[in-house]
């Protein structure tokens, strides 16, 4: 199992960087970044990836609406060319509340367009033409679409969760991004539904790359309320609260891995044994800076291990 982690926006580029030679000097394998309304997520991965040889970088997750493959593919390939063949896009549906509030588009038939996005996507990714004419998009190409060194061809990742986003991920892309998704939940309703779209079509076993909140701390009380402040915003969004639901909790920060090492560690177990094929953690500065350091070291450790 393969365990990165993601770093936090709030930094300066030359900052994220930093702490991005520090996750891979730790042994972490990769460094994620989210995708908000400050910094364009795939740029700063291209950044990253090429300043800091060796570490994966990705995006989790960058949403469909707002965008158009075209301009997706281009961001995806030119960080793919950058960070040298190790660039990783994640996709999302968004939510309605900051899709309409954000980009004035309605958050209408996101299912149906997370399949189409997807399939005028990857022939993009991967011969660098697409010829597709959907319902609600349509993509082409009067020019080339490909990008010199963009190989091997980007992997695409989906921040699916429900039934019908996992059987659209499952027969079409290369995995998923669970998030706040607890071992019961991956290892009942998650990782069996993607496995069998992705087995219907024909395709190989998607990656399960489980995003986990966590820290390492000898105060795990002060840290646990921080992350019940900090992690109450997912909570106010039905896919967070029904997949929260299928994992046993009542809050988002029920789902975080607090306390000593033996005690995330044997966290990080229970996803791999519910069917994980890599661990991301994220809000590892939720507690000291000698937490997040005591954290990459013990997540570098399991890496390794």
Known sequence: MTIGAALPL?????????????????????????QTFTYDSPSLAAIVGREVPGLHVGTAAIPVFGRHPLVVSSQAQTAQAAAAGRYHL?????TKQLTEAGFGIPHDRPIRLLREFLTALRPLLETGSTDFRGELLS?????????????????VLVAAMGPQALRVSGELADGILPYLAG???????IVPAVNAAAEAA??????IVAFVPGVVTADADAVRRTATDSLAFYERFPSYQRVIELSGATRAADLALIGDEETVAAGVRRYREAGATEVVFTATDLGSEADRHRTWKLLGELATG
């Open 10 to 34: 709030h930094n300066g580029i030359d900052a994220t960087v930093q702490l991005a030679r520090e996750a891979h000097e730790a042994g972490l394998r990769s460094a994620w970044f989210g």
């Open 90 to 94: 994640g996709l999302a549906l968004g």
């Open 139 to 155: 993509a082409g190409t009067p020019l080339p679409a490909a990008v010199p060194g963009a190989e091997p061809p980007v992997p």
């Open 183 to 189: 071992p019961r939940a991956l290892a009942e309703h």
């Open 202 to 207: 024909g395709r190989p076993a998607p990656r």
